[in-house]
């Protein structure tokens, strides 16, 4: 099923999405991979605030090349999630509703999605280019000597997902497997 979802991102939403369902989504998002999510657990773990509202909201997990002249940002592929299972529990028991990669999870974190009410979605690796398109602003709001890591917040507009696990913990890549092997 396609569905078009605005942020932020509510449970109401993600009860909403089911594993294989097509995602367009529209508003705030955040990006953030190892090493800025390394630093926001280190920052908790010392009782500090973290640099952004994680209540209700989106990380897509995307370190992005230089832009050229004219554009917003380069491109703007996934990483691989996996990569966070460490730490993507703590952020998903704050608030946090959905995530944005590619790859499997950890138990841990299909755990922690089930918990939370929470989806992980997948965007296309090798499409950087094209979803750079539907990023219309990007702006560095912390961690800036991460270079490409750092926290930034992206104004995204139809930008193309897969729910990969819903929020009973429904697994594309298990259910899709297992309909290859019956054909």
Known sequence: MEKHIH???TQEVTSEL???????L????????DAAHK????ALDRGE???VDIENSVIYYMGPSPAREGQVIGSAG?????????YAPRLLDLGEKAM???GKRSKEVIDAIVRNSAVYLAAVGGAGALISECIKSSEVICYEDLGTEAVRRLEVEKFPMIVVIDTEGNNLYDTALKEYEKK
């Open 26 to 33: 529209t508003g705030t998002i955040y990006t953030a991979r």
């Open 100 to 102: 944005i990669g590619k």
């Open 39 to 42: 630093r926001m657990i280190e």
């Open 78 to 86: 996934p990483t691989t999630a996996s990569r966070m299972d460490k």
């Open 18 to 24: 089911k594993s294989g369902d097509y995602v367009y």
């Open 7 to 9: 942020t932020p991102i």
């Open 49 to 51: 605030t973290l640099p």
